[in-house]
């Protein structure tokens, strides 16, 4: 197949998907064509398809691909759906869960010791929004539960994966400059 | 920084009208720690630990006075604090060697944790900048507005009989004359349903009796409804608690026929 053709064919997947799609989903809607194929078709079009003015980009998030509006469009999207944002997360929520993201596996007493403060509440919070899942439990004294982030989290906030976050070492940087 | 509004070691009753705490604007102790710090571009490394433990105090005081309730956490950073001013007030111990190994400054500890929390503290922001341009991107579907997926409540059973119970008594009221007698069953009403739902979307809950023409016939249609919300074919949601009830076909109502 062209690359060009096939490059149609992600394209229209990838339009209809509801959920960012893997590379290796496309391989498997399309077998006889190589993974190497999918892939130079996938950047080429995510290449061709941004490049373009047009209203809707395709963003790489979660470890796949999906298309989307363009954030600077939000205004009339919005006016259209006449939605209102969506409830967004609290800061001290975002605080717990930035310790989360890069201190895990993490047990809440480890969180505790980071934030000077419980954090059981914003913990239940980030557990029932799923953007935070139970890994297991801690090999110590009380086997504590050890969380981390899911899935949802790096959709929640446009990922590509964990590695897509900035160091830590930007932000102490940040830190010592404020302070 | 987003505690600036806080009016800081100013002297305040609380029967004054005009002190307002934005509560969640300090979290917890290093919040108020780094507020402090920062009002009075203290230089982290060099924290005057007599001043802000008396103007952390005074908030402690302040919050007490507004009711807020001051859980542990707050309690134990004020003790952390009076350890520390404590321990810099002692002279240096005079059996160690104080010239070739000065102490520790008993502050450092402190001042690592707040590093820390200030760290995290900007990750968190990064995430919030994160989240704000998420929230300004829809794509296919848009699931954050589809009508039958948010602001929607799933029906009760009791809902269902109330719903019902007004059909019935609207059935007795506007009825006229007796209609003669027609067996219609559970199963023939399934049917008539399922096409029904075939050809639409979706149906008021109260409309679908109107073709009844017996109190028996209501009733074996309100059954064959049930049947079918047993079984997961359709699903009953209103927009609002008390509202008009929708009858909709569930997702996998295609691959049961």
Do not use: C
């Amino acid at each position: 197949m062209e690359v060009k053709e096939l490059q149609g064919i992600l394209e229209a997947i990838i339009y209809v998907a509801e959920d960012p799609i893997r590379p290796e989903q496309f391989k498997e809607i399309i077998p006889d064509e190589s993974f190497d194929n999918i892939e130079l078709a996938l950047k080429n079009l995510v290449e061709e398809f941004n490049s373009r003015p047009g209203g809707m980009i395709i963003r790489e998030v979660a470890g796949g691909f999906r298309m989307t509006t363009r954030p600077e469009h939000h205004e009339f999207v919005r006016a259209y759906l006449k939605s209102r944002p969506n409830a967004k997360l609290s800061m001290a929520a975002l605080e717990t869960l930035a310790v989360v993201a890069y201190k895990q596996p993490v047990t809440l007493a480890e969180i505790l010791a980071i934030r000077g403060k419980k954090s059981t509440s914003a913990v239940q919070t980030l557990l029932e929004k799923k953007l935070v899942s139970i890994l297991g439990r801690k090999q110590v004294v009380g086997r504590p539960i050890l969380y981390g982030t899911s899935k949802e989290f790096l959709i929640h906030f446009g990922l590509k994966d964990l590695s897509d976050l900035p160091t830590l070492e930007e932000f102490a940087q940040m830190a010592g400059d404020q302070l | 920084m987003e505690s600036d509004e806080i009016p800081a070691g100013e002297s305040a009753e609380p029967e004054s009208s005009g002190i307002t705490i934005k509560l969640d604007a300090f979290e917890g102790p290093l919040d108020l720690l780094l507020h402090l710090i920062k009002k009075d571009e203290i230089d982290i490394w060099d924290i005057p630990i007599a001043r802000i433990t008396a103007q952390y105090l005074e908030y402690l005081q302040l919050m007490n006075d507004l009711n807020i309730n001051v859980a542990g956490d707050w309690l134990f950073m004020a003790a952390t604090l009076i350890h520390i001013k404590s321990r810099m007030l002692l002279p240096p111990d005079p059996s160690s060697t104080t010239q070739e190994e000065p102490e520790e400054d008993p502050r450092k500890e402190l001042v690592y944790q707040l590093l820390e929390h200030q760290k995290f503290k900007n990750a968190a922001q990064m995430l919030y900048t994160r989240e704000e341009v998420e929230n300004a991107v829809w794509h296919n579907p848009p699931q954050d507005v589809v009508e039958d997926a948010k602001g929607v409540v799933t029906v009760t059973l009791f809902d269902l009989v109330k719903a019902f119970h007004e059909i019935v008594q609207r059935f007795d009221a506007q009825r006229s004359m007796e209609m003669m007698q027609e067996e219609v069953s559970i199963e023939e009403k399934i049917e008539e349903l399922r096409s029904l739902l075939l050809v639409h979307d979706r149906l008021l809950f109260s409309s679908f009796f109107q073709q009844a023409r017996s109190r028996r016939h209501l009733i074996v249609t309100f059954l064959a409804l049930l049947e079918l919300v047993r079984m997961r074919e359709v699903w009953l949601y209103q927009k609002k608690a008390f509202e008009e009830i929708y009858i909709s076909k569930s997702k996998s109502l295609g691959e049961t026929f």
